[in-house]
């Protein structure tokens, strides 16, 4: 059985950091590319950063500069370091496993449960 726990969200001031991790279990991690999305209320979901399996990393605009993504294939984790974090932030962050190239979503993909940021003073 396949899943990914993510954890680390919470509420934040604007201008603050937070670092989420996601624990993927029940899949060969390595071979495995990794993703954050997130979702807004009344927004479509959207690629917040992305990293293969060799190591490459994709963001969104958004966020480039502010965010980090970073696996640890040992410990079979990801992980979204999030700095200089903004209002417009706030989401239910999603953990994303995939084996496709593309990062767009597929019926494929496994997905955690969701973790939520708020930022917000």
């Known amino acids: 059985q396949v899943q990914l726990v993510e954890s680390g969200g919470g509420l934040v001031q604007p201008g603050g950091s937070l670092k989420l991790s996601c624990a993927a279990s029940?899949?060969?991690?390595?071979?495995?590319?990794m993703a954050w999305y997130r979702q807004a209320p009344g927004k479509q979901r959207e690629l917040v950063a992305g990293i293969t399996s060799g190591g490459s990393r994709n963001y969104g605009d958004s966020v480039k500069g502010r965010f980090t993504i970073s696996r640890d294939n040992a410990k079979n984790t990801v992980y979204l370091q999030m700095n200089s974090l903004k209002p417009e932030d706030t989401a239910v962050y999603y953990c994303n496993a995939k084996l496709s190239d593309s990062w767009n979503p597929t019926g494929n993909d496994y997905w955690g449960q969701g973790t939520q940021v708020t930022v917000s003073s």
């Open positions: 029940g899949i060969i991690f390595r071979i495995y590319g």
